[in-house]
C-alpha cells in the first residue's frame, strides 16, 4: 500500500492486535474511540474498503453482517493467496497460507471455467479446540 494514512494505520493497528478476531465496522469505531482516535462510521467503511482492495484486510460477509479481519499473509504487494476457515462454533476465522488446494483452483479454472477468489473463499467446519470440546460432549 503506498500511502498510508493515520487513520487507515490506526485501524490496521487494531485489527492486526486481534488476528483471530473478526471484528464488525461498528466494534472499530468503538475501539479506535476507546484508544484515542476519534473517528466514524463511515470513514471505517471507506479505509475497509481501501485495506482490503490492497489485500491488507479480509471482508468476511455473514448473516450478522460484514466483519473485517487482519491478514498476516500480505506480502508488501498484497498478492499473497491464504485461506480461511470459520469455525461454526466459536466463530473464529483462522489463516491459512497453503498451497495445497492450487490443484483445486486450477481444475475448476480448466474444466468448469470458474476462477476461484481466494480473499473471499471461506471454509466452514469446526476448529480443533470445538472439534475436540465436541468429541468429548458426544462420548459422555
Do not use: W
Not at 492486526?16 to 462510521?41: I, K, Q, Y
Not at 480461511?84 to 492450487?102: A, F, M, N
Amino acid at each position: 500500500m503506498p500511502y498510508s494514512t493515520k487513520q487507515q494505520q490506526a485501524i490496521l493497528n487494531c485489527l492486526e492486535a486481534r488476528p483471530d478476531e473478526p471484528m464488525s465496522a461498528a466494534d472499530l469505531t468503538a475501539d479506535l474511540r476507546r484508544s484515542g482516535h476519534p473517528v466514524g462510521l463511515a470513514t471505517v467503511y471507506r479505509q475497509m474498503e481501501k485495506l482490503e482492495a490492497a489485500g491488507r484486510v479480509h471482508k468476511v460477509n455473514t448473516e450478522e453482517g460484514a466483519y473485517f479481519q487482519y491478514c498476516s499473509h500480505t506480502e508488501g504487494d498484497g498478492t499473497q493467496d491464504c485461506l480461511l476457515l470459520k469455525c461454526e462454533s466459536c466463530g473464529r476465522i483462522l489463516h491459512l497460507d497453503c498451497t495445497q488446494l492450487q490443484p483445486l483452483y486450477e481444475h475448476l479454472l480448466r474444466e468448469h471455467h470458474f476462477t476461484v477468489d481466494h480473499r473471499r473463499t471461506l471454509f466452514s467446519g469446526l476448529c480443533e479446540e470445538c472439534a475436540k470440546k465436541e468429541r468429548e460432549h458426544g462420548d459422555k
